[in-house]
């Protein structure tokens, strides 16, 4: 079965430094899709990258981007620059493409002014 | 212009009681979802439906019935509630058949069971 892993439950970064999101899967699958998204406190769930697992090149979206490692089944989230308001939960998920989307626990996020 | 919208937004009610939230989305899309997120925040999909079709269900108790009378709605109905039903409720959609495109989700539903 597959599964998605987020080894840190809490992360802090300081406003304007870099951080780096963890996230691992298991999968017997060559073809899937990975996705991290954002819940701010508001409770909306915002997509923030997206990577096909063909794709040997990273996803970036700004000050978003991701470090893919198939072999390893590593899917880590860089956000660059922080700011205040990228404080959230986030979570990593995966499909391969059949209408399930299986998530992560997620990390909480702090940035500290 | 809200994309996906849940209705109500807060639940409370009485253990045992039968309750249903409702979802419309606005973006054209063939799938929608329902999933759980409990208090520790743990996100899990119990149902996907596609042309409103059911594709997904997982091993949701029967109390849970969804129904999408068309491709922008889909509704959940849930019987004879009990205290473990507490949680937040999200309805998500996402475009085309393929089943791995981003989705889109509502604000949520807090169902507070007492």
């Known amino acids: 079965a597959q599964t998605v892993t987020q080894s840190q439950p809490e992360m802090s970064v300081q406003e304007a430094e870099t951080v780096t999101l963890s996230c691992t899967y298991d999968?017997?699958?060559?073809?899937?899709?990975l996705f991290w998204y954002k819940q701010p406190p508001s409770r909306q769930m915002i997509l923030v990258i997206r990577?096909?697992?063909?794709?040997?090149q990273n996803a970036t979206e700004n000050r978003f981007s991701v470090n893919f490692q198939k072999a390893a089944k590593s899917f880590s989230l860089k956000i660059s620059d922080s700011q205040l308001g990228d404080a959230a939960m986030y979570f990593c998920a995966y499909t391969s493409g059949t209408y399930k989307y299986i998530f992560g626990t997620g990390t909480r996020l702090k940035v500290l002014a | 212009d809200t994309a996906v919208s849940q209705t109500p937004k807060y639940l409370v009610t009485q253990m045992g009681n039968d309750k249903s939230i409702k979802c419309e989305q606005n973006l054209g899309h063939d799938t929608m979802y329902w999933y759980k997120q409990d208090s520790k925040k743990f996100l899990k999909i119990m149902f996907s439906?596609?042309?409103?079709?059911?594709?997904i269900n997982e091993t949701v108790p029967n109390r849970f019935s969804p129904k999408s009378p068309d491709k922008a709605h889909l509704n959940l109905h849930i019987n004879s509630l009990e205290l473990g039903d507490s949680a937040v409720y999200f309805c998500a959609s996402s475009q085309g058949v393929q089943g791995h495109n981003e989705q889109f989700f509502g604000p949520g539903t807090r169902l507070t069971v007492l």
């Open positions: 999968t017997s699958e060559s073809d899937y899709y």
């Open positions: 439906y596609n042309n409103k079709e059911l594709i």
């Open positions: 990577q096909e697992a063909y794709k040997q």
